[in-house]
């Protein structure tokens, strides 16, 4: 019972509309705060096996990533009447075992208090008629339109008046939200989905002119797209009403027309030179534009509403361009930079042949029985750590790591850019983790050894996979040939090469001979210690 109070309370302080829990073996919902018609039922052979929430369910059993989370975007759910909803799921994981997927039901009154500030749009500078909306690939809104709120019946008769269908109207009214149900198929929603950022003139959904700033919002899972706007009309009336106070004083005042235009040049139009500089600024791109705000007449008002939408489209797009910064990040701790640029480039099936490179594999000798009566955690904090120093080494020293597999750590030096000194760079590398293991397990109070199997010659590197991008090597000098089953027959703290390795580097250091080994899948090969 604790628990259900919890998920209840989070469920409020949030802003979901529902929690619920999906078992990844049975494929039903095991859980949900709303008690709907889908709860207990299965949603791999149920009558809502093609929901959003099925969807979720169902990719987020399969990875066992506790970051990862599963964004599924509006569809109509039939167990909350049809209404549209969106989802987004994360897997429960236990020992490293997906053992359940948390679902959280998106409110859609939640979305649309992030969209308008809490529906404070004359607060926020968008006078009586500017808004700010969300829309999806398919052009249907993903928030409710300002109109929407102020003036329903008045929003339903402009629905219609620019060719809404009565169906669609009677969706909104019964389902007492646009979203998934009003289309806005403008210049301004077609350049956003196409991942265009601008700003100008445009017909707006109700076709009238309109001022509007739109751009791509980069959201994982979803592909929408944020448009600001105010009517043309309400922008320039302060303008409008300008020029007709001074067409009224000048002729009134004719006689005084010369230092009444001079004083009206410096003190009303300055300000409106500074306004229009300021928008040529924001819509050549700077997104700090602002302009002094020298009055409190309807100027310094337009001024205030100007500076506060750039403010917050320039808000807005900091957060775009975080999150495009975070996605960068991980796609670089994924793939070396020279890959990812190939990658981001639109080139697919990257492979390459490289005529040297020198490829080092190592492991940790007695660790699984060293392990087996240590707490997971311990486990995890200890490999992390250690791999963690193995890393900055490697970057020292320019080199690529490949992948890491259980206590086992790979490395490559001389791709994707080849580098001359490959061989010496590697068993540097290699020395460095002899010792760096050492520190690490004297730090952690444990007897912990590593070997190391170091080879040079021609290999086939390249991505693989489609969800989830591997680099990976190929031919007789990786892991999987000579390197590795270097490695197993190698002494504990020494470093074990192949002859390609001595014949570079027998002037540089110091290399016991062991004479021909027996090496899996090779017969007799002739290694060589380094011993530390």
């Known amino acids: 019972m604790p628990y259900i109070i919890q998920m209840r309370t989070a469920a409020t302080t949030v802003g979901f509309f529902d929690f619920m829990i999906g078992d990844p073996k049975s494929g039903r919902l095991i859980y949900t705060v709303q008690k709907e018609v889908d709860f207990t039922t299965s949603l791999r052979l149920g009558p809502h096996r093609r929901s959003n929430v099925a969807t979720a369910v169902a990719r987020c059993s399969e990875t066992a990533d506790p970051s990862a989370i599963c964004l599924k975007d509006f569809a109509p759910y039939a167990p909350s009447g049809g209404a549209p909803i969106a989802c987004m799921g994360a897997p429960v994981l236990e020992q490293g075992v997906v053992t359940g997927v948390l679902i959280a039901q998106l409110s859609n009154d939640e979305i649309d208090n992030v969209v308008t500030s809490g529906r404070r749009w004359r607060q926020d500078g968008f006078g009586d008629t500017g808004e700010a909306y969300l829309v999806g690939s398919d052009y249907l809104v993903r928030s409710s339109p300002r109109a929407f709120y102020e003036n329903r019946e008045n929003y339903f008769a402009e629905l219609k008046s620019v060719g809404a269908s009565g169906e669609e109207v009677a969706d909104i009214r019964r389902f007492g939200t646009p979203v998934m149900h009003q289309r806005i198929d403008t210049d301004a929603t077609r350049a956003a989905l196409a991942g265009v950022e601008g700003t100008g003139e445009i017909i707006g959904y109700p076709g009238v002119p309109t001022l509007a700033s739109w751009g791509p919002l980069a959201i994982p899972g979803v592909k929408w797209a944020l448009v600001g706007k105010i009517d043309t009309a309400e922008a320039f009336a302060p303008i409008a009403q300008l020029r007709q106070e001074l067409l009224i004083v000048g002729g009134l005042v004719l006689l005084a027309v010369a230092s009444t235009a001079a004083w009206l040049s410096r003190v009303l139009l300055g300000p409106l030179r500074e306004l229009t500089a300021g928008a040529k600024s924001f819509a050549a791109g700077d997104y700090g534009a602002r302009v002094p705000v020298r009055t409190r007449d309807e100027i310094g008002q337009l001024c205030l509403a100007f500076n506060g939408m750039v403010e917050d489209l320039r808000h807005k797009n900091t957060v775009i361009e975080n999150k495009n910064c975070e996605n960068e990040e991980l796609l670089l701790n994924v793939l070396p930079a020279p890959i990812a640029n190939r990658l981001r480039a639109g080139e697919a099936g990257i492979a390459d042949g490289f005529s040297e490179v020198t490829v080092a594999f190592a492991d940790l000798v007695?660790?699984?029985?060293?392990?087996?009566?240590?707490?997971?955690?311990?486990?995890?904090?200890?490999?992390?750590?250690?791999?963690?120093?193995?890393?900055?080494?490697?970057?020292?020293?320019?080199?690529?790591?490949?992948?890491?597999?259980?206590?086992?750590?790979?490395?490559?030096?001389?791709?994707?850019?080849?580098?001359?000194?490959?061989?010496?760079?590697?068993?540097?590398?290699?020395?460095?983790?002899?010792?760096?293991?050492?520190?690490?397990?004297?730090?952690?109070?444990?007897?912990?050894?590593?070997?190391?199997?170091?080879?040079?010659?021609?290999?086939?590197?390249?991505?693989?996979?489609?969800?989830?991008?591997?680099?990976?090597?190929?031919?007789?000098?990786?892991?999987?040939?000579?390197?590795?089953r270097m490695q197993p027959g190698s002494i504990p703290d020494a470093v074990q090469v192949t002859r390609a390795v001595y014949e570079q580097l027998k002037r540089q250091f110091v290399f016991e001979p062991r004479g021909p080994i027996e090496v899996k899948g090779k017969g007799k090969v002739e290694a060589w210690l380094l011993r530390l």
């Open 366 to 484: 007695g660790f699984t029985a060293l392990t087996s009566e240590m707490p997971p955690q311990e486990v995890v904090t200890f490999l992390n750590g250690l791999f963690t120093r193995f890393d900055v080494a490697a970057t020292d020293l320019g080199i690529e790591k490949i992948k890491t597999v259980g206590d086992a750590y790979m490395a490559v030096c001389g791709l994707p850019e080849p580098v001359a000194t490959h061989t010496e760079r590697m068993v540097r590398m290699a020395i460095r983790m002899v010792h760096i293991t050492r520190e690490h397990a004297t730090e952690h109070n444990i007897s912990m050894k590593l070997r190391v199997g170091v080879n040079c010659g021609p290999v086939v590197a390249g991505i693989i996979g489609k969800s989830k991008y591997i680099y990976d090597l190929w031919g007789d000098t990786v892991n999987v040939n000579l390197a590795s």
